[in-house]
């Protein structure tokens, strides 16, 4: 890789320039590459796993602020938010070998979320 000295006319750049350039400082020094266009592909996996997250923020937007609370504490030493921990557990979580955020049901502690 070249070694760029004094891009854009400056001492340093960061960002992307005219969507095709990037340019970066990184530990090895400053950096350039091209801003390749990433396919959007939406796929039936795609659609259902962000299906399943949108049943989970649901869920979570649901709840009392008491039981985020509850949420928040649980998560502490673990290097999670409540929110983090609560999505984590939802998305993951399987009844009869099958996840709950398809069928939109969830059991946290004495609540059920959805429908059975």
Do not use: C, H
Request: hydrophobic share 35%; proline share 2%; glycine share 8%.
């Amino acid at each position: 890789m070249v070694k760029i000295k004094s891009p854009l006319m400056s001492e340093s750049a960061s960002g992307t320039f005219g969507k095709v350039l990037t340019f970066s400082k990184r530990k090895s020094g400053q950096q350039v590459r091209f801003q390749k266009k990433q396919k959007d592909v939406i796929s039936e996996n795609r659609t259902l796993q962000r299906d399943k997250y949108l049943l989970a923020v649901g869920a979570w937007n649901g709840l009392t602020p008491a039981e985020k609370s509850q949420w928040t504490k649980q998560a502490k030493g673990q290097a999670l938010t409540g929110y983090n921990l609560f999505l984590s557990i939802y998305l993951n979580t399987q009844v009869n070998d099958n996840d709950l955020a398809i069928y939109g049901l969830a059991i946290f502690g004495n609540t059920i979320y959805g429908d059975i």
